[in-house]
Nanobody
Framework: QVQLVESGGGLVQAGGSLRLSCVASGSTWSINIMGWYRQAPGKERELVAFIYRSGITKYADSVKGRFTISRDNVRNSVYLQMNSLKAEDTAVYYC????????WGKGTLVTVTS
């Protein structure tokens, strides 16, 4: 089992920045991929970015050039630096970890005001 706890959400003006953090505990040795998803009101959950244990990353087109995902394998943590935030980035952001199944955090709300 893996437990995930997110932090760092909040209210920010358009153009501003936020940094999300997620700490994993439990069977962290089994985690290969960690990432971030988001779900806006009335929409389905969507991928934001993920990172392999090796450091290889993938981003959704909508956040490329603005968001940066990073990972600290020693601290079992993953981070999402979000710059140039837009109103459409408003969502609940969920941390995700994968081994043979998906694990999810409870989410942290990011609200971007225009």
């Amino acid at each position: 089992q893996v437990q995930l706890v997110e932090s760092g959400g909040g209210l920010v003006q358009a153009g501003g920045s936020l940094r999300l953090s997620c700490v994993a505990s439990g069977s962290t040795w089994s985690i290969n991929i960690m990432g971030w998803y988001r779900q806006a009101p009335g929409k389905e959950r969507e991928l934001v970015a993920f990172i392999y244990r090796s450091g290889i990353t993938k981003y959704a087109d909508s956040v490329k050039g603005r968001f940066t995902i990073s990972r600290d394998n020693v601290r079992n943590s993953v981070y999402l630096q979000m710059n140039s935030l837009k109103a459409e980035d408003t969502a609940v952001y969920y941390c995700n970890a994968k081994n043979t199944i998906d694990y999810w955090g409870k989410g942290t709300l990011v609200t971007v005001t225009s």
